[in-house]
């Protein structure tokens, strides 16, 4: 079992900059692939960037250049540094883990959710 806890969310204005955190807790952490997802409202909740336990790293088009995505395997927490925030980077982003076991389990985790409100 895993549970995730974000933080770092908040009120900007546009250009400016934030660092969302997730904390891990439980074993294994490193063993997990991590994302960060967004819901604003009436969209659906889109990926953003992904890590992967070996360290690739993939980002969507609208934020790449912009966001950066890393890990610390050692204190379990998940970052996603968030620069030029523009308002249309609005939502509630989500700390996301995913692990298979064995090639035919998949264990997923969410996390609350934090805001990030970006206004111009």
């Known amino acids: 079992q895993v549970q995730l806890v974000e933080s770092g969310g908040g009120s900007v204005q546009a250009g400016g900059s934030l660092t969302l955190s997730c904390a891990a807790s439980?074993?294994?952490?490193?063993?997990?692939?991590m994302a960060w997802y967004r819901q604003a409202p009436g969209l659906e909740r889109e990926l953003v960037a992904s890590?992967?336990?070996?360290?690739?790293?993939d980002f969507v088009d609208s934020v790449k250049g912009r966001f950066t995505i890393s890990r610390d395997d050692a204190k379990g927490i998940l970052y996603l540094q968030m620069n030029s925030l523009k308002p249309e980077d609005t939502a509630v982003y989500y700390c996301?883990?995913?692990?298979?076991?064995?090639?035919?389990?998949?264990?997923?985790?969410w996390g609350q959710g934090t805001q990030v409100t970006v206004s111009s």
């Open positions: 439980g074993s294994a952490f490193r063993d997990y692939n």
């Open positions: 890590i992967a336990s070996g360290g690739r790293t």
């Open positions: 996301y883990a995913e692990r298979t076991i064995r090639a035919e389990r998949v264990l997923r985790y």
